[in-house]
């Protein structure tokens, strides 16, 4: 993952992130290994360390036990990264004694190898975060209520508890918690890169100004381990992890997705393995959609031709037209899930008409003006503003002027309107008026905060409801 920071639209600064190198595969089986990875005791020690903050740590914020993860290096957490993979593995088969990995592109598999003492310490974990303690065979046999201390037994409570409430998840969803309130508290901090491999995910990160790239480094790898350990959600009494089927990963999805975007943090990777559980949500979709289209903006598309990467590192973000290729299926796809999302077919109306689709675009934003709500009023303005465009692109000029018009009587400090009504004079080849709309723009207010154009937040407005969503996400959980 690469996260760029860069100027955008009238001054506004802009972060985005994107998908650069961000590949794992591990699991948990009994195939004959080619190579053996001995674990230190050290690594079984951060283990329990880490569930045990993830026992105390209160959903929604930082506190003590986030702090302590957030001050690990990257390196502990991407060892931490296979003992949480072999944690889970072990909740849900206690019996299970042989852990292989393959690293990112590579064509050797690992074996993790445990001694008998590290593998009896990470088994007693495993009961405890499953709450099975004293109801699973293998955890009777072995006595891992007897190696666990008190904290560790009210962690086995806790999650007996909800188990028998119908969530097995107890811990891998709180693991996500903390995991995404360490990413969300960020800046997310980087070191030197380090391109050996792994068995862990990496994740560089890319800072920029005014579309040019100041720094890349490696990012600490919190998203990654959050979406892993929800990979592993499944229903009560199920064999196989099912995500999909449940409320708090969709929900987890959506809220963090928008949170990421709010802030300018546009992770593609991020969305796209939602969108793998979730492929009718219209809201992702939509957010997914709304990523693509600002991939194919052209301050963005800067940073795809500026950027110098490591050998290996791939940008995971394509050219302007198959960008707006991308966010008009995207987009398409949430109005045909859900034909009353009047938003999604205004982003919809736009894409078009920037792919040169003006009958299209025309007919999608009118459309979607019919039914936009009343709030937020940026909406309507938004509609009006594309739908200018679009007919001037079709060269309906007297209905472009009317669409630009009813945008600047909804915000009148606005320059954007009145740049559009100057470019349509002139292309109608009127000088005069032109200059007429130019001389209202260089009459609005000089300092930016005085005049308020919507246009400055159309890439973050689609994420609006990110607090929203992240207090319905931790409520239960609090």
């Known amino acids: 993952m690469t996260i760029i920071a860069m100027r955008h639209v009238a001054r506004r600064s802009m972060l985005v992130a994107f998908v650069c190198f961000s590949a794992s595969s591990a699991r948990a089986q009994v195939d004959a290994p080619k190579l053996s990875e001995p674990v230190a005791d050290a690594r079984i020690d951060r283990i329990e360390l880490w569930v045990k903050a993830v026992a105390s740590h209160r959903p929604g914020g930082m506190d003590e036990a986030a702090n302590a993860i957030a001050a690990w290096p ?14 889970v593995a072990l909740m849900r088969k206690p019996a299970l004694n042989h852990f292989v990995f393959k690293p990112p592109g590579g064509r050797v598999s690992v074996l993790v190898s445990y001694k008998g003492v590290q593998l009896a310490r990470l088994r007693a974990l495993a009961c405890a975060s499953a709450g099975i303690l004293l109801d699973d065979h293998t955890c009777v046999s072995v006595s891992a209520a007897d190696s666990v201390d008190n904290d560790l037994k009210a962690l086995a409570a806790r ?49 920029m100004s005014d579309g040019q790239p100041q720094d890349l480094g490696q990012a600490a790898i919190h998203w990654e381990i959050a979406r892993m350990l929800l990979d592993d959600v499944r229903p009560s009494g199920a064999d196989k992890p099912s995500p999909a089927s449940d409320e708090m990963v969709r929900l987890w999805y959506r809220a963090t997705a928008a949170w990421m975007q709010k802030g300018e943090h546009l992770n593609r990777g991020h969305l796209d393995r939602g969108r793998t559980f979730f492929p009718k949500d219209a809201d992702i979709l939509f957010l997914l959609g709304c990523l693509h289209e600002t991939f194919a903006d052209a301050q963005v598309q800067g940073v795809v031709r500026s950027a110098v990467l490591p050998t290996g590192v791939v940008m995971d973000m394509l050219d302007e037209r198959t960008e707006l290729k991308a ?33 299209d675009a025309i007919s999608e934003v009118r459309l979607a003006l019919q039914t936009l709500p009343a709030d937020p009023p940026e909406l309507r303005y938004y509609g009006e503003l594309f739908l200018g465009g679009a007919e001037e692109g079709a060269s309906h000029f007297n209905e472009s002027r009317a669409a630009y018009e009813r ?22 080849g009127d000088r005069v008026s032109s200059l007429a709309a130019m001389q209202k723009v260089f ?7 005085d005049r308020v154009d919507p246009w400055w937040t159309y890439h973050v407005i689609q994420a609006r409801d990110a607090d929203t969503l992240l207090a319905a996400l931790w409520k239960p959980y609090r």
């Open 74 to 87: 990257n390196g502990d957490l991407q060892a931490l990264w296979i003992e949480i993979t072999n944690l």
């Open 159 to 207: 999650a007996a508890e909800s188990r028998r409430s119908g969530d097995p998840n107890y811990l891998v969803k709180r693991g996500a918690l903390m995991h995404s309130d360490v990413a969300m508290a960020g800046p997310l901090p980087t070191t030197a890169i380090d391109q050996r491999p792994s068995l862990a995910p990496q994740s560089f990160l890319m800072r």
């Open 327 to 359: 966010a008009e299926e995207l987009l398409k796809a949430a109005v045909d899930v859900r034909p009353e999302f009047a938003e999604a077919r205004l982003r919809l109306g736009r894409v078009l008409a920037l792919r040169g689709r003006y009958p």
């Open 443 to 449: 009459a609005l207010p000089p300092v930016e905060g």
């Open 407 to 428: 945008a600047s009587a909804l915000f009148p400090l606005a320059q954007s309107p009145f740049m559009g009504l100057s470019e349509l004079a002139r292309r109608r």
